[in-house]
Structures are given as structure tokens and as C-alpha cells.
């Protein structure tokens, strides 16, 4: 069945710098592009990043270009989100969730459970 | 970028009641939106995509319709497991945007 379980976060200094992996299983990764998602505690769903099946594209929320990397390492089946100078108000629960092809677009079909990143000092 | 508004904030209704819950774009997205169902504690989950078209083991109580800029999503009658949060989300163009998000209460 697929899984997308994140990991990678906790509790940071502003100004730092954090790693997010997402390990998927139970479909072909190299298959499907991958987004960011995060929910601030008690708040909507906003979209962070999106790569492309095989890395050839990204696109980021104005929010964190700059600041955010997304990646994916098609040989271990996981995807990354590199945050460096972290903000306040990035703190949030991170979801990782694939794009399912439905006829002629996309939508994000499986999400993980989420990691936790805290930013304060 | 597309700015996608949800109304009302807050629904209030009984088991068994029709739900009505509003998407409008800012500007027009075609039929390019997804709705999802969100429960405490859980990830968000895709009931309606293409903005009238059901998800697999969505049941059939939920419905998706409008195109361009207005969008609704229907429960035709509320079941006690259909009481969470609601948020729509445009496919139409980059960045990727979401609503602010439905909740259905009881």
C-alpha cells in the first residue's frame, strides 16, 4: 500500500537551517512528482514546493524561494526539503504528498502524516 | 497568484442535513480544482478533483460542481463522520494555492 512518512523535524534557532526527508513506499517514486505542504498550528493548508518525477523542474510558494530547496533521490525513494534561514513563521506541520495522474492533471491523491518544524529561540 | 476564497468559515448543521460549502477564485482556474477533507489530528484526504469528479471510495453523498471562477461542494446529507474541515485547492496555474478552508460543525 502507499506510505509517505516524514521525518526531520523538531525544534530550531531562527536563522538555521533543517532537512526534511519523506520515505515513500508502495509506488513508483520515480513516476510521480512530489509536493511540500505545511499547516501552521490552527491554520489552513499552504503550499510550499513541487518537483517534477525526475527532478528536472521545481516550483516554489513566493514565501520561501530563496530560502527552500526541494529534492528527491529517485534511488532511495525519498524526498527532501532543505530549509535554511528559518523564520517564525514557518512553523508548521510539513506533509509530503504525491501527484496522482487523473486524466489530463494532477492533484495530490497521498499525503504523509507530517513532521513537526518549531522555529524559536 | 490565485487567491482562492472559502465561505462561510464556519458551517453549523445536524446529522443528516445538506451542506453547501463555497470556492471562488480570483480568477479563473477552468474546472482545475480539488476539494479534500480534513479531520483533527489526520493529513488532509481528496474527495472531488477536475471539480466534480469523485475520488476512489468517496461516497457518492459528496459532490463537486462549478468551472472558472465559482465552485461548490455538496454533502447531500451529513453524515456524523463528514464533521471536519474543508479546503479547496487550485491546479490552474503556479503557485498553488488554497483556501482558507470550511468547517462543518455540528
Known amino acids: 500500500q502507499v506510505q509517505l512518512v516524514e521525518s526531520g523535524g523538531g525544534v530550531v534557532q531562527p536563522g538555521r537551517s533543517l532537512r526534511l526527508s519523506c520515505a515513500v513506499s508502495g509506488f513508483p517514486f520515480s513516476s510521480h512528482g512530489m509536493h511540500w505542504v505545511r499547516q501552521a498550528p490552527g491554520k489552513g493548508l499552504e503550499w510550499v514546493a513541487v518537483i517534477w518525477y525526475d527532478g528536472s523542474q521545481q516550483y516554489y510558494a513566493d514565501a520561501v524561494m530563496g530560502r527552500f530547496t526541494i529534492s528527491r533521490d529517485n534511488s532511495k525513494d525519498t524526498l527532501y526539503l532543505q530549509m535554511n534561514s528559518l523564520r517564525a513563521e514557518d512553523t508548521a506541520i510539513y506533509y509530503c504528498t504525491r501527484d496522482g495522474y487523473y486524466g489530463r492533471r494532477f492533484y495530490s491523491d497521498y499525503w504523509g502524516q507530517g513532521t513537526l518544524v518549531t522555529v524559536s529561540s | 497568484e490565485i487567491v482562492l476564497t472559502q465561505s462561510p468559515a464556519t458551517l453549523s448543521l445536524s446529522p443528516g442535513e445538506r451542506a453547501t460549502l463555497s470556492c471562488r477564485a480570483s480568477q479563473s482556474v477552468s474546472n482545475s480544482l480539488a476539494w479534500y477533507q480534513q479531520k483533527p489530528g489526520q493529513a488532509p484526504r481528496l474527495l472531488i478533483y477536475d471539480a466534480s469528479k469523485r475520488a476512489t471510495g468517496i461516497p457518492a453523498r459528496f459532490s463537486g460542481s462549478g468551472s472558472g471562477t465559482d465552485f461548490t461542494l455538496t454533502i447531500s446529507s451529513l453524515e456524523p463522520e463528514d464533521f471536519a474541515v474543508y479546503f479547496c485547492?487550485?491546479?490552474?496555474?503556479?503557485?498553488?494555492?488554497f483556501g482558507g478552508g470550511t468547517k462543518v460543525e455540528i
Open positions: 485547492q487550485q491546479r490552474g496555474s503556479w503557485p498553488l494555492t
